[in-house]
């Protein structure tokens, strides 16, 4: 991070802050990037762990800085809810081993039911604004999972509507 700073303030390259009608464009590209961030803590694909922690963690952070710069951005929402409830299953998807728990097996009763409620108000609230997109799928499906009290209630009708 430093030489690539170093980097851009040799080469004399100038800090603007886009405008407006760029915002769009731009905010799918950083929308990607903390969904990647994301994916790769909560399913690392090298290393000694099935997952990073501390590298989701601080998706989940940036998604909900990008939520408080831009708080009516359906996508943003959207990008934020599925974070939140895949992250409340957190202390049942590996056993005492660190094996994988396959999210029907997984006790549901452990599952941070303050992070699915909040990730449930937030997709609730994304799709209220009527211009769903690709993260808000995927915030309603992890949706349908974590509202679910058991795997065979999971309303997999719905999951396959969407």
């Given at each position: ?100 728990i ?30 769903p ?13 974590a ?16």
């Amino acid at each position: 991070m430093v030489r690539a700073k170093r980097k851009i303030q040799d080469a004399g390259i100038p800090y603007k802050v886009p405008s407006d009608d760029m915002l769009p464009e731009r905010l799918s590209a950083v929308l990607g990037v903390i969904y990647l961030i994301f994916k790769e803590g909560y399913s690392a694909t090298a290393g000694d762990t099935l997952f990073r922690r501390p590298l989701y963690v601080e998706a989940i952070r940036l998604a909900r800085a990008l939520h408080e710069l831009i708080p009516g951005e359906p996508e943003v929402i959207g990008l934020l809810a599925p974070m939140l409830l895949h992250d409340s299953c957190r202390n049942t998807r590996t056993d005492d081993n660190g094996d994988l728990i396959l999210l029907e097996s997984q006790d549901r009763n452990l599952w941070d039911q303050t992070e699915i409620d909040e990730g449930l108000a937030l997709i609730e609230q994304a799709l209220s604004l009527r211009n769903p997109g690709p993260y808000q799928i995927q915030a309603a499906i992890a949706a349908c999972h974590a509202e679910a009290k058991r795997a065979e209630l999971t309303d997999r009708r719905q999951i396959a509507a969407l």
